[in-house]
Protein backbone atom coordinates (compact mmCIF):
# COMPACT_ATOMS: atom_id res chain seq x y z
CA UNK A 1 0.00 0.00 0.00
CA UNK A 2 1.37 3.31 -1.29
CA UNK A 3 1.29 6.82 0.47
CA UNK A 4 -2.56 7.30 -1.87
CA UNK A 5 -3.87 4.20 0.38
CA UNK A 6 -2.39 5.49 3.57
CA UNK A 7 -3.61 8.51 3.06
CA UNK A 8 -7.08 7.21 1.77
CA UNK A 9 -7.45 4.85 5.12
CA UNK A 10 -6.43 8.25 7.36
CA UNK A 11 -9.06 10.17 5.51
CA UNK A 12 -11.76 7.43 6.31
CA UNK A 13 -10.92 6.93 10.10
CA UNK A 14 -11.32 10.42 10.53
CA UNK A 15 -14.45 10.63 8.81
CA UNK A 16 -15.37 7.76 10.90
CA UNK A 17 -14.88 9.06 14.31
CA UNK A 18 -16.53 12.66 13.27
CA UNK A 19 -20.02 13.40 13.64
CA UNK A 20 -22.40 12.35 11.34
CA UNK A 21 -23.40 16.37 10.29
CA UNK A 22 -19.80 17.04 9.92
CA UNK A 23 -18.83 13.98 8.41
CA UNK A 24 -21.45 14.24 5.22
CA UNK A 25 -20.20 17.05 3.47
CA UNK A 26 -16.53 16.12 4.02
CA UNK A 27 -16.94 12.85 2.48
CA UNK A 28 -18.57 14.41 -0.84
CA UNK A 29 -15.91 17.08 -1.19
CA UNK A 30 -13.07 14.51 -0.47
CA UNK A 31 -14.87 11.19 -2.78
CA UNK A 32 -12.78 8.98 -4.19
CA UNK A 33 -11.60 10.32 -7.24
CA UNK A 34 -12.25 8.49 -10.48
CA UNK A 35 -9.86 7.48 -12.70
CA UNK A 36 -11.68 8.13 -15.64
CA UNK A 37 -15.53 10.05 -16.72
CA UNK A 38 -18.33 8.77 -14.60
CA UNK A 39 -20.47 5.80 -15.99
CA UNK A 40 -22.94 6.76 -13.13
CA UNK A 41 -22.95 9.46 -10.93
CA UNK A 42 -24.79 10.76 -8.30
CA UNK A 43 -24.69 14.11 -6.74
CA UNK A 44 -25.86 15.59 -3.37
CA UNK A 45 -29.08 12.66 -3.45
CA UNK A 46 -31.59 13.19 -0.87
CA UNK A 47 -34.82 11.66 -0.02
CA UNK A 48 -37.23 12.84 2.40
CA UNK A 49 -40.46 10.87 3.74
CA UNK A 50 -42.48 12.83 5.50
CA UNK A 51 -40.16 14.43 7.74
CA UNK A 52 -38.12 11.79 7.72
CA UNK A 53 -34.88 11.96 5.51
CA UNK A 54 -33.78 8.61 3.94
CA UNK A 55 -30.87 10.02 1.93
CA UNK A 56 -29.43 12.76 2.80
CA UNK A 57 -26.92 14.03 0.50
CA UNK A 58 -25.38 11.25 -1.21
CA UNK A 59 -22.67 11.63 -3.77
CA UNK A 60 -21.28 9.33 -5.65
CA UNK A 61 -18.82 8.74 -8.67
CA UNK A 62 -17.91 5.45 -10.62
CA UNK A 63 -16.38 5.15 -13.64
CA UNK A 64 -17.16 2.23 -15.96
CA UNK A 65 -16.15 -1.30 -15.07
CA UNK A 66 -16.19 -0.61 -11.36
CA UNK A 67 -17.96 -1.62 -8.26
CA UNK A 68 -19.22 -0.61 -5.23
CA UNK A 69 -19.94 -2.77 -2.44
CA UNK A 70 -22.37 -0.58 -0.34
CA UNK A 71 -22.47 -1.51 3.62
CA UNK A 72 -24.88 -0.54 6.02
CA UNK A 73 -27.43 -1.08 9.01
CA UNK A 74 -30.84 -1.80 8.56
CA UNK A 75 -32.73 1.26 7.81
CA UNK A 76 -29.33 3.01 6.76
CA UNK A 77 -30.99 3.99 2.91
CA UNK A 78 -29.43 1.68 0.72
CA UNK A 79 -32.39 0.26 -0.75
CA UNK A 80 -33.88 3.71 -1.48
CA UNK A 81 -30.31 4.79 -2.73
CA UNK A 82 -30.56 2.20 -5.33
CA UNK A 83 -34.11 2.09 -6.67
CA UNK A 84 -33.64 5.66 -7.18
CA UNK A 85 -30.31 4.94 -8.88
CA UNK A 86 -32.47 2.64 -11.34
CA UNK A 87 -34.97 5.71 -11.57
CA UNK A 88 -37.72 3.94 -9.63
CA UNK A 89 -38.12 6.58 -7.02
CA UNK A 90 -37.47 10.28 -7.29
CA UNK A 91 -35.04 11.77 -5.66
CA UNK A 92 -36.10 15.08 -3.35
CA UNK A 93 -33.03 16.80 -4.01
CA UNK A 94 -29.89 15.83 -6.05
CA UNK A 95 -29.90 13.81 -9.20
CA UNK A 96 -28.45 11.01 -10.53
CA UNK A 97 -26.50 10.93 -14.41
CA UNK A 98 -25.66 7.30 -15.86
CA UNK A 99 -23.40 8.53 -18.39
CA UNK A 100 -24.49 11.80 -18.09
CA UNK A 101 -27.71 10.95 -19.20
CA UNK A 102 -30.58 11.39 -16.10
CA UNK A 103 -32.01 8.03 -15.19
CA UNK A 104 -35.31 8.77 -14.42
CA UNK A 105 -37.13 9.92 -17.56
CA UNK A 106 -35.04 8.71 -20.17
CA UNK A 107 -35.51 5.09 -21.02
CA UNK A 108 -32.68 4.88 -23.05
CA UNK A 109 -30.35 5.54 -19.80
CA UNK A 110 -32.87 2.79 -18.20
CA UNK A 111 -32.51 0.41 -20.81
CA UNK A 112 -28.58 0.69 -19.60
CA UNK A 113 -29.34 -0.59 -16.13
CA UNK A 114 -29.88 -3.85 -14.40
CA UNK A 115 -31.75 -4.27 -10.94
CA UNK A 116 -31.66 -6.98 -8.45
CA UNK A 117 -33.94 -6.21 -5.99
CA UNK A 118 -34.79 -7.77 -2.38
CA UNK A 119 -38.00 -9.38 -4.43
CA UNK A 120 -37.72 -11.75 -7.43
CA UNK A 121 -39.36 -9.60 -9.13
CA UNK A 122 -40.93 -12.21 -11.26
CA UNK A 123 -44.44 -13.31 -12.22
CA UNK A 124 -44.67 -16.55 -10.48
CA UNK A 125 -47.30 -18.18 -12.79
CA UNK A 126 -45.31 -18.04 -15.73
CA UNK A 127 -42.32 -20.49 -16.38
CA UNK A 128 -38.78 -19.29 -15.57
CA UNK A 129 -38.16 -18.61 -19.83
CA UNK A 130 -41.59 -16.72 -20.12
CA UNK A 131 -40.19 -14.61 -17.75
CA UNK A 132 -36.83 -13.29 -18.79
CA UNK A 133 -37.91 -13.33 -22.54
CA UNK A 134 -40.75 -11.08 -21.54
CA UNK A 135 -38.32 -8.98 -20.28
CA UNK A 136 -35.56 -9.10 -23.21
CA UNK A 137 -38.52 -7.89 -25.57
CA UNK A 138 -39.42 -4.95 -23.36
CA UNK A 139 -35.30 -4.21 -23.92
CA UNK A 140 -35.51 -4.84 -27.29
CA UNK A 141 -33.01 -7.73 -27.23
CA UNK A 142 -31.86 -8.84 -30.82
CA UNK A 143 -32.69 -12.47 -30.20
CA UNK A 144 -34.86 -12.66 -27.44
CA UNK A 145 -34.76 -16.39 -26.94
CA UNK A 146 -30.98 -16.99 -27.43
CA UNK A 147 -30.63 -14.33 -24.73
CA UNK A 148 -32.74 -15.89 -23.13
CA UNK A 149 -31.13 -19.24 -23.17
CA UNK A 150 -27.65 -17.68 -22.87
CA UNK A 151 -28.35 -16.16 -19.53
CA UNK A 152 -30.17 -18.81 -17.96
CA UNK A 153 -27.09 -21.15 -18.79
CA UNK A 154 -24.49 -18.42 -17.23
CA UNK A 155 -26.72 -19.48 -13.60
CA UNK A 156 -27.37 -23.12 -14.08
CA UNK A 157 -30.95 -22.66 -14.84
CA UNK A 158 -31.12 -23.77 -18.04
CA UNK A 159 -32.75 -27.01 -17.58
CA UNK A 160 -35.49 -25.72 -15.43
CA UNK A 161 -36.28 -23.03 -18.41
CA UNK A 162 -39.92 -24.81 -18.07
CA UNK A 163 -40.62 -24.96 -14.89
CA UNK A 164 -43.29 -22.16 -13.43
CA UNK A 165 -41.58 -19.46 -10.95
CA UNK A 166 -43.79 -20.67 -8.01
CA UNK A 167 -41.92 -24.00 -8.23
CA UNK A 168 -38.70 -22.70 -7.61
CA UNK A 169 -37.31 -22.69 -4.38
CA UNK A 170 -36.01 -18.96 -3.22
CA UNK A 171 -32.39 -19.77 -4.08
CA UNK A 172 -32.97 -20.74 -7.65
CA UNK A 173 -35.49 -17.92 -8.06
CA UNK A 174 -32.46 -15.64 -6.88
CA UNK A 175 -31.08 -17.07 -9.80
CA UNK A 176 -33.62 -16.57 -12.32
CA UNK A 177 -33.84 -12.87 -11.15
CA UNK A 178 -30.19 -12.39 -11.82
CA UNK A 179 -30.47 -14.20 -15.00
CA UNK A 180 -33.36 -11.24 -15.58
CA UNK A 181 -31.16 -8.64 -14.35
CA UNK A 182 -28.49 -9.09 -16.89
CA UNK A 183 -30.46 -10.50 -20.29
CA UNK A 184 -30.40 -7.52 -22.15
CA UNK A 185 -26.13 -7.09 -21.27
CA UNK A 186 -26.75 -3.44 -18.88
CA UNK A 187 -23.86 -1.43 -18.14
CA UNK A 188 -24.73 -0.88 -14.94
CA UNK A 189 -26.03 -3.56 -12.33
CA UNK A 190 -27.43 -2.35 -9.54
CA UNK A 191 -27.58 -5.34 -6.44
CA UNK A 192 -29.20 -5.89 -3.68
CA UNK A 193 -28.10 -8.81 -1.62
CA UNK A 194 -27.99 -10.86 -4.39
CA UNK A 195 -26.36 -13.72 -2.63
CA UNK A 196 -30.00 -14.06 -0.71
CA UNK A 197 -30.56 -17.59 -0.72
CA UNK A 198 -27.93 -19.27 -3.59
CA UNK A 199 -26.51 -22.09 -2.38
CA UNK A 200 -22.37 -21.95 -1.83
CA UNK A 201 -22.27 -23.04 -6.11
CA UNK A 202 -25.04 -20.58 -7.11
CA UNK A 203 -23.02 -18.25 -4.91
CA UNK A 204 -19.65 -18.89 -6.41
CA UNK A 205 -21.19 -18.93 -10.11
CA UNK A 206 -22.43 -15.24 -9.09
CA UNK A 207 -19.27 -14.12 -8.05
CA UNK A 208 -17.70 -15.25 -11.00
CA UNK A 209 -20.03 -13.90 -13.20
CA UNK A 210 -19.83 -10.84 -11.65
CA UNK A 211 -16.01 -10.52 -11.74
CA UNK A 212 -16.44 -11.60 -15.54
CA UNK A 213 -19.17 -8.62 -16.24
CA UNK A 214 -16.88 -5.62 -14.20
CA UNK A 215 -13.95 -7.10 -16.36
CA UNK A 216 -15.93 -6.34 -19.83
CA UNK A 217 -16.51 -2.66 -18.30
CA UNK A 218 -20.32 -3.04 -16.42
CA UNK A 219 -20.25 -0.72 -13.48
CA UNK A 220 -21.70 -2.17 -10.46
CA UNK A 221 -23.03 -1.21 -6.84
CA UNK A 222 -23.56 -4.01 -5.13
CA UNK A 223 -25.59 -3.67 -1.40
CA UNK A 224 -24.69 -6.11 1.11
CA UNK A 225 -24.49 -6.88 4.55
CA UNK A 226 -22.06 -9.49 4.33
CA UNK A 227 -18.60 -7.52 4.28
CA UNK A 228 -16.35 -10.58 2.74
CA UNK A 229 -18.49 -11.09 -0.38
CA UNK A 230 -18.91 -7.29 -0.54
CA UNK A 231 -14.94 -6.50 -0.98
CA UNK A 232 -14.18 -9.96 -2.73
CA UNK A 233 -15.93 -8.14 -5.65
CA UNK A 234 -15.30 -4.20 -4.63
CA UNK A 235 -13.33 -1.72 -6.17
CA UNK A 236 -14.58 1.09 -4.03
CA UNK A 237 -16.53 0.72 -0.36
CA UNK A 238 -18.56 2.63 0.96
CA UNK A 239 -20.78 3.03 4.61
CA UNK A 240 -24.06 4.49 4.72
CA UNK A 241 -25.65 5.16 7.52
CA UNK A 242 -29.22 6.83 8.25
CA UNK A 243 -28.98 8.40 4.97
CA UNK A 244 -25.87 9.11 4.48
CA UNK A 245 -22.23 7.87 3.06
CA UNK A 246 -20.23 7.91 6.30
CA UNK A 247 -17.38 6.28 4.56
CA UNK A 248 -16.04 5.44 1.60
CA UNK A 249 -12.80 4.12 0.40
CA UNK A 250 -10.70 2.64 -2.31
CA UNK A 251 -10.66 -1.46 -2.32
CA UNK A 252 -6.89 -1.43 -2.11
CA UNK A 253 -7.04 0.98 1.04
CA UNK A 254 -8.68 -1.54 3.05
CA UNK A 255 -7.50 -4.22 5.10
CA UNK A 256 -10.58 -6.83 5.33
CA UNK A 257 -9.67 -7.65 9.32
CA UNK A 258 -9.19 -4.10 10.29
CA UNK A 259 -12.43 -2.53 8.25
CA UNK A 260 -14.82 -5.45 9.47
CA UNK A 261 -14.10 -4.17 13.30
CA UNK A 262 -13.84 -0.72 11.84
CA UNK A 263 -16.90 -1.28 10.43
CA UNK A 264 -18.43 -3.20 13.40
CA UNK A 265 -17.87 -0.09 15.65
CA UNK A 266 -19.01 2.59 12.89
CA UNK A 267 -22.67 0.80 13.13
CA UNK A 268 -22.82 0.80 16.55
CA UNK A 269 -21.70 3.54 18.15
CA UNK A 270 -21.33 6.51 15.21
CA UNK A 271 -23.68 9.26 15.18
CA UNK B 1 -21.85 -8.29 -22.78
CA UNK B 2 -22.70 -4.29 -23.59
CA UNK B 3 -26.05 -3.09 -23.48
CA UNK B 4 -24.92 -2.57 -27.52
CA UNK B 5 -24.22 -5.88 -28.35
CA UNK B 6 -27.12 -7.50 -27.67
CA UNK B 7 -30.19 -4.43 -27.71
CA UNK B 8 -31.84 -3.74 -31.08
CA UNK B 9 -34.41 -1.29 -30.76
CA UNK B 10 -36.78 -0.33 -27.30
CA UNK B 11 -40.30 -1.73 -28.55
CA UNK B 12 -42.32 1.75 -28.91
CA UNK B 13 -45.41 2.28 -27.62
CA UNK B 14 -48.10 0.17 -29.18
CA UNK B 15 -45.57 -3.47 -29.36
CA UNK B 16 -44.85 -2.86 -25.77
CA UNK B 17 -48.30 -2.37 -24.77
CA UNK B 18 -48.82 -5.74 -26.55
CA UNK B 19 -46.36 -7.40 -24.91
CA UNK B 20 -47.80 -6.12 -21.63
CA UNK B 21 -51.33 -7.09 -22.54
CA UNK B 22 -49.72 -10.97 -23.57
CA UNK B 23 -48.32 -11.53 -20.70
CA UNK B 24 -51.20 -10.35 -18.76
CA UNK B 25 -53.67 -12.61 -21.01
CA UNK B 26 -51.20 -15.60 -20.48
CA UNK B 27 -50.84 -15.37 -17.08
CA UNK B 28 -54.55 -15.21 -16.87
CA UNK B 29 -54.91 -18.32 -19.02
CA UNK B 30 -52.27 -20.24 -16.74
CA UNK B 31 -54.03 -19.46 -13.98
CA UNK B 32 -57.78 -18.65 -14.89
CA UNK B 33 -58.45 -17.71 -11.13
CA UNK B 34 -60.49 -14.13 -12.54
CA UNK B 35 -61.70 -15.63 -15.55
CA UNK B 36 -63.70 -18.21 -13.39
CA UNK B 37 -64.41 -16.46 -10.37
CA UNK B 38 -66.23 -13.18 -12.91
CA UNK B 39 -67.81 -16.28 -14.94
CA UNK B 40 -69.57 -17.86 -11.80
CA UNK B 41 -70.58 -14.01 -10.80
CA UNK B 42 -71.95 -13.49 -13.86
CA UNK B 43 -73.92 -16.60 -13.69
CA UNK B 44 -75.10 -15.98 -10.68
CA UNK B 45 -76.32 -12.51 -11.11
CA UNK B 46 -78.30 -13.60 -14.26
CA UNK B 47 -80.06 -16.47 -12.25
CA UNK B 48 -80.66 -13.93 -8.87
CA UNK B 49 -82.25 -10.99 -10.76
CA UNK B 50 -84.32 -13.89 -13.01
CA UNK B 51 -85.69 -15.00 -9.55
CA UNK B 52 -86.30 -11.68 -8.58
CA UNK B 53 -88.22 -10.43 -11.19
CA UNK B 54 -91.54 -10.03 -11.59
CA UNK B 55 -92.72 -11.14 -15.07
CA UNK B 56 -96.24 -9.52 -14.73
CA UNK B 57 -94.86 -6.10 -13.88
CA UNK B 58 -92.15 -5.58 -15.67
CA UNK B 59 -91.68 -6.63 -20.01
CA UNK B 60 -88.17 -8.83 -20.11
CA UNK B 61 -87.02 -6.70 -22.72
CA UNK B 62 -87.83 -3.51 -20.70
CA UNK B 63 -85.62 -5.06 -17.99
CA UNK B 64 -82.91 -7.34 -19.59
CA UNK B 65 -80.55 -4.32 -20.98
CA UNK B 66 -80.68 -3.05 -17.47
CA UNK B 67 -79.56 -6.29 -15.84
CA UNK B 68 -76.86 -6.96 -18.59
CA UNK B 69 -74.97 -3.95 -18.21
CA UNK B 70 -75.26 -3.89 -14.41
CA UNK B 71 -73.61 -7.63 -14.87
CA UNK B 72 -71.03 -6.03 -17.68
CA UNK B 73 -69.65 -3.21 -14.65
CA UNK B 74 -69.73 -5.60 -11.41
CA UNK B 75 -67.91 -8.18 -13.20
CA UNK B 76 -65.48 -5.87 -14.88
CA UNK B 77 -64.55 -4.96 -11.25
CA UNK B 78 -63.57 -8.28 -10.83
CA UNK B 79 -61.30 -8.41 -13.93
CA UNK B 80 -60.26 -4.98 -12.98
CA UNK B 81 -58.95 -5.63 -9.24
CA UNK B 82 -56.32 -8.48 -10.43
CA UNK B 83 -55.02 -6.33 -12.90
CA UNK B 84 -52.47 -4.44 -10.47
CA UNK B 85 -52.72 -7.16 -7.84
CA UNK B 86 -50.72 -9.49 -9.90
CA UNK B 87 -47.58 -6.86 -10.22
CA UNK B 88 -47.50 -6.65 -7.16
CA UNK B 89 -46.49 -9.87 -6.04
CA UNK B 90 -42.86 -10.03 -5.72
CA UNK B 91 -42.83 -6.50 -7.06
CA UNK B 92 -42.87 -7.35 -10.36
CA UNK B 93 -44.21 -3.53 -11.07
CA UNK B 94 -40.64 -2.13 -10.20
CA UNK B 95 -39.19 -4.30 -13.16
CA UNK B 96 -41.71 -2.48 -15.52
CA UNK B 97 -41.30 0.90 -13.87
CA UNK B 98 -37.44 0.18 -14.74
CA UNK B 99 -37.55 -1.14 -17.80
CA UNK B 100 -36.83 1.49 -20.95
CA UNK B 101 -41.01 1.05 -21.98
CA UNK B 102 -43.22 4.43 -21.63
CA UNK B 103 -45.73 4.75 -18.61
CA UNK B 104 -48.24 5.30 -21.16
CA UNK B 105 -47.47 1.79 -22.71
CA UNK B 106 -47.87 0.05 -19.43
CA UNK B 107 -50.95 1.59 -18.93
CA UNK B 108 -52.26 0.23 -22.35
CA UNK B 109 -50.98 -2.85 -22.07
CA UNK B 110 -52.76 -3.08 -19.29
CA UNK B 111 -55.88 -1.56 -19.98
CA UNK B 112 -56.09 -3.94 -23.20
CA UNK B 113 -55.41 -6.90 -21.28
CA UNK B 114 -58.50 -5.78 -19.19
CA UNK B 115 -60.57 -4.95 -22.53
CA UNK B 116 -59.72 -8.54 -23.77
CA UNK B 117 -60.80 -10.07 -20.14
CA UNK B 118 -64.07 -7.70 -19.63
CA UNK B 119 -65.25 -8.50 -23.36
CA UNK B 120 -65.05 -12.35 -23.01
CA UNK B 121 -66.96 -11.84 -20.01
CA UNK B 122 -69.33 -10.35 -22.10
CA UNK B 123 -69.56 -12.41 -24.13
CA UNK B 124 -70.69 -15.12 -21.76
CA UNK B 125 -72.97 -12.96 -20.11
CA UNK B 126 -75.35 -11.70 -23.09
CA UNK B 127 -76.07 -15.75 -24.15
CA UNK B 128 -76.21 -16.01 -20.76
CA UNK B 129 -78.98 -13.53 -20.01
CA UNK B 130 -80.65 -13.74 -23.79
CA UNK B 131 -81.74 -17.34 -22.38
CA UNK B 132 -83.08 -16.39 -19.38
CA UNK B 133 -84.85 -13.65 -20.50
CA UNK B 134 -86.43 -15.29 -23.92
CA UNK B 135 -84.26 -12.06 -26.14
CA UNK B 136 -84.32 -11.54 -29.83
CA UNK B 137 -80.66 -11.56 -30.57
CA UNK B 138 -80.82 -12.76 -34.38
CA UNK B 139 -79.98 -10.09 -36.33
CA UNK B 140 -78.86 -7.96 -33.00
CA UNK B 141 -75.80 -9.65 -31.74
CA UNK B 142 -73.15 -8.27 -34.10
CA UNK B 143 -74.47 -4.67 -33.48
CA UNK B 144 -74.33 -5.69 -29.70
CA UNK B 145 -70.83 -6.72 -29.66
CA UNK B 146 -69.87 -4.00 -30.64
CA UNK B 147 -71.26 -1.97 -28.30
CA UNK B 148 -69.77 -4.31 -26.00
CA UNK B 149 -66.47 -3.34 -26.90
CA UNK B 150 -67.22 0.17 -27.14
CA UNK B 151 -68.44 0.47 -23.77
CA UNK B 152 -65.74 -1.53 -22.36
CA UNK B 153 -63.17 0.94 -23.82
CA UNK B 154 -64.29 3.60 -21.62
CA UNK B 155 -65.01 1.04 -18.75
CA UNK B 156 -61.15 -0.62 -18.74
CA UNK B 157 -59.58 3.08 -19.18
CA UNK B 158 -61.03 4.11 -15.80
CA UNK B 159 -61.07 0.99 -14.33
CA UNK B 160 -57.09 0.76 -15.08
CA UNK B 161 -56.33 3.71 -14.19
CA UNK B 162 -58.06 3.28 -10.32
CA UNK B 163 -56.98 0.33 -9.90
CA UNK B 164 -53.31 1.41 -10.62
CA UNK B 165 -54.06 4.10 -7.38
CA UNK B 166 -55.65 1.84 -4.99
CA UNK B 167 -53.37 -1.34 -5.77
CA UNK B 168 -50.87 0.36 -3.05
CA UNK B 169 -53.08 0.93 -0.79
CA UNK B 170 -54.65 -1.30 1.98
CA UNK B 171 -58.27 -1.58 0.56
CA UNK B 172 -57.94 -1.83 -2.67
CA UNK B 173 -60.34 -4.21 -3.41
CA UNK B 174 -63.10 -1.41 -1.36
CA UNK B 175 -61.48 1.66 -3.08
CA UNK B 176 -61.70 0.69 -6.76
CA UNK B 177 -65.27 0.43 -6.35
CA UNK B 178 -65.76 3.75 -4.88
CA UNK B 179 -63.67 5.41 -7.00
CA UNK B 180 -64.47 3.34 -10.38
CA UNK B 181 -68.42 3.35 -10.31
CA UNK B 182 -69.20 6.74 -10.30
CA UNK B 183 -67.19 7.48 -13.61
CA UNK B 184 -69.00 3.99 -14.59
CA UNK B 185 -72.22 6.06 -14.74
CA UNK B 186 -71.47 7.89 -18.40
CA UNK B 187 -70.41 4.29 -20.10
CA UNK B 188 -73.19 2.15 -18.35
CA UNK B 189 -76.31 4.87 -19.39
CA UNK B 190 -75.77 5.20 -22.89
CA UNK B 191 -74.72 1.10 -23.31
CA UNK B 192 -78.02 0.36 -21.26
CA UNK B 193 -80.15 3.00 -23.48
CA UNK B 194 -78.38 1.51 -27.10
CA UNK B 195 -79.17 -1.76 -26.14
CA UNK B 196 -82.85 -1.11 -25.27
CA UNK B 197 -83.30 0.38 -28.54
CA UNK B 198 -81.35 -2.90 -30.36
CA UNK B 199 -83.72 -5.67 -28.68
CA UNK B 200 -87.12 -3.25 -28.87
CA UNK B 201 -86.11 -3.15 -32.84
CA UNK B 202 -86.68 0.46 -33.26
CA UNK B 203 -84.33 2.49 -35.74
CA UNK B 204 -80.48 3.35 -35.02
CA UNK B 205 -81.55 6.97 -35.06
CA UNK B 206 -83.26 6.62 -31.93
CA UNK B 207 -79.49 4.83 -30.62
CA UNK B 208 -76.93 7.19 -32.01
CA UNK B 209 -77.13 10.34 -29.64
CA UNK B 210 -76.85 7.87 -27.03
CA UNK B 211 -73.68 6.20 -28.96
CA UNK B 212 -72.30 9.47 -29.46
CA UNK B 213 -72.01 9.90 -26.02
CA UNK B 214 -70.65 6.84 -25.33
CA UNK B 215 -67.78 7.10 -28.13
CA UNK B 216 -67.07 10.96 -26.86
CA UNK B 217 -66.51 9.53 -23.15
CA UNK B 218 -64.36 6.76 -24.42
CA UNK B 219 -62.50 8.63 -26.21
CA UNK B 220 -62.54 11.02 -23.00
CA UNK B 221 -61.71 8.72 -20.48
CA UNK B 222 -58.75 6.56 -22.78
CA UNK B 223 -56.72 10.12 -23.16
CA UNK B 224 -57.48 11.10 -20.29
CA UNK B 225 -56.41 8.03 -18.25
CA UNK B 226 -53.66 7.35 -20.22
CA UNK B 227 -51.75 11.04 -19.76
CA UNK B 228 -52.90 10.70 -15.96
CA UNK B 229 -51.53 7.20 -15.46
CA UNK B 230 -47.70 7.98 -14.80
CA UNK B 231 -48.84 10.37 -11.94
CA UNK B 232 -50.17 7.64 -10.50
CA UNK B 233 -47.28 5.73 -9.74
CA UNK B 234 -44.98 7.99 -8.14
CA UNK B 235 -43.87 7.57 -4.92
Not at chain 1, 36 to 44: D, K, R, T, V, W
Not at chain 2, 101 to 126: H, P, T, W, Y
Not at chain 2, 158 to 163: I, N, Q, R
Not at chain 2, 181 to 206: K, N, S, Y
Request: hydrophobic share 55%; proline share 5%.
Amino acid sequence: MGLRSSTLRARAVIVNRMPLAAASPLISAASVTAPSAPMLEAQGVTRVYGRRKALDGVSLSLPAGSCLALFGPNGAGKTTLLRILAGLLRPTRGTVLLAGSPTRGDAAARAQVGLLSHQSMLYDALTVRENIVFTARLYGVRDPLAATDASLERLGMLERAEQPVRALSRGLQQRVSIARAIVHGPRVLLLDEPYTGLDEAGAGALTSLLSELRAQGATLVLVTHNLAEGLALATQAAVMRAGRLVRQDDREAIDGASYAEEYREMVTNAG
Amino acid sequence: MPADAVVRARPGLLRAALLIAAKDLAIELRTRSAILSALAFTLLAVVIFFFAWDATAVASIDLAPGVLWVIFTFSGLLALNRSFALEQNDRALDALLASPVDRESIFLGKALGNLVFVCLIQACAIPAVALFYNLPLTGVWPALLALTVAAAVGLVSVGTLFSAMATNTRMAELLLPMLALPFFVPVVMPAAQVTARLLAGRPMDEAWPWLRILLAFDLVFLVACTLAFPYTLED
